[in-house]
Nanobody, 119 residues
């Protein structure tokens, strides 16, 4: 199994910035993708940003130009720098992992971290 530990959520005013981090641990043989999804109240979970392989990134249209995802391969961590935050970015943000752990193809989710954008 993979364990994902997230950090960095909180309350920020519109226009502000936050940085989320997620560390994956376990008998990780290969990381195929890591990223961030979010779920706002009453809405479905949606992709925010992800890194596939070493450096292929995908972003939701709503966050392009404001959010930047990065990965530290040596530490199996993924970070999400969120700038120019808007009230509609308010959601629980979940770290996502996909890869091979202890010889088994594995998908995993973090416990979620709350991001609230409000004045």
């Amino acid at each position: 199994q993979v364990r994902l530990v997230e950090a960095g959520g909180g309350l920020v005013q519109p226009g502000g910035s936050l940085r989320l981090s997620c560390a994956a641990s376990g008998s990780i043989f290969r990381v195929d993708a890591m990223g961030w999804y979010r779920q706002a109240p009453g809405k479905q979970r949606e992709l925010v940003a992800r890194i596939i392989g070493g450096d292929n990134t995908n972003y939701a249209d709503a966050v392009k130009g404001r959010f930047t995802i990065s990965r530290d391969n040596g530490k199996n961590t993924v970070n999400l720098q969120m700038n120019i935050l808007k009230p509609e970015d308010t959601a629980v943000y979940y770290c996502y992992f996909e890869g091979v752990v202890a010889g088994v193809r594995t998908q995993g989710w973090g416990q979620g971290t709350q991001v609230t954008v409000s004045s």
